[in-house]
């Protein structure tokens, strides 16, 4: 049964049916890019006011990471990821394999790079030795938490093939993404608590460090 559309309207780029779920992740991946975009633009106008930092520079990197990461994802859905199994032949499945298991790796160093961008700004904003000191121990943390997401992401379900993920049984995958996604949240709420740890102490109206403390705890979300 098929369904008219009205007058200006045309069929959707990747319709989501029973036997196809790609178009979640092109919704998934365009929300989460423009997301990073609008934050790179922010960071950009920053920088025309106050001037360029190392921070700018990790952040700028890591946007460029996750614009090359969204748009694999976008060709892994058009080549047909998001396919129930049986529907596509096993040329086309190790090729998507390929294309999202790079896309995982940039999504890990991308993810990272913010924290580490935001763990640069937090050792800007106080010149309080111990602060500082928190801040490059939380720092070297965090660098080391990314490599260890990237050997585990890399590692795959295959030594020979690790790319492949679909027709190879990895039944440790799952638990691999819960664990550098656990390392990230661990990352953002250290990250917070020195936050927090520089905002109580300033003598500036509880409006403005509840708009500032809000800012920096909306990316554990």
């Known amino acids: 049964m098929s369904t008219t559309l009205p007058a200006g309207y045309s069929q959707a780029l990747h319709p989501i049916t029973s036997t196809d779920h790609g178009g979640y992740a092109s919704i998934a991946s365009g929300c989460a890019l423009v997301f990073v975009l609008i934050f790179a633009a922010i960071r950009l106008w920053n920088c025309g006011r106050i001037g360029h930092n190392l921070d700018d520079s990790v952040l700028f990197a890591g946007t460029s990471f996750q614009v090359i990461q969204s748009i694999l994802i976008l060709i892994a859905v058009d080549q047909g990821f998001g396919h129930a199994q049986g529907i596509l032949d096993q040329h086309a499945v190790s090729r998507i394999d390929k294309v999202v298991y790079a896309s995982d790796i940039l999504y890990v160093v991308a993810l990272y790079s913010s924290k ?51 027709e190879s049984e990895c039944t440790g995958l799952y638990d691999r993404w819960i664990v550098i996604e656990s390392l990230g949240l661990l990352a953002e709420i250290f990250s917070l608590v020195l936050i927090v740890r520089i905002y109580v102490p300033l003598q500036i109206h509880w409006r403005a460090k509840v708009r500032g403390l809000s800012t920096f705890g909306l990316r554990i979300m």
Do not use: F, N, Y
């Not at 904003?125 to 997401?149: D, F, P, Q």
């Open 116 to 166: 580490v961008s935001i763990l640069c700004l937090e050792m800007r904003l106080s010149v309080e030795r111990i602060h500082v000191l928190l801040a490059k121990g939380s720092l070297l943390v965090t660098a080391a938490a990314m490599v260890a997401s990237i050997v585990m992401v890399a590692a795959g379900c295959d030594a020979r093939r690790p790319w492949t993920q679909v």
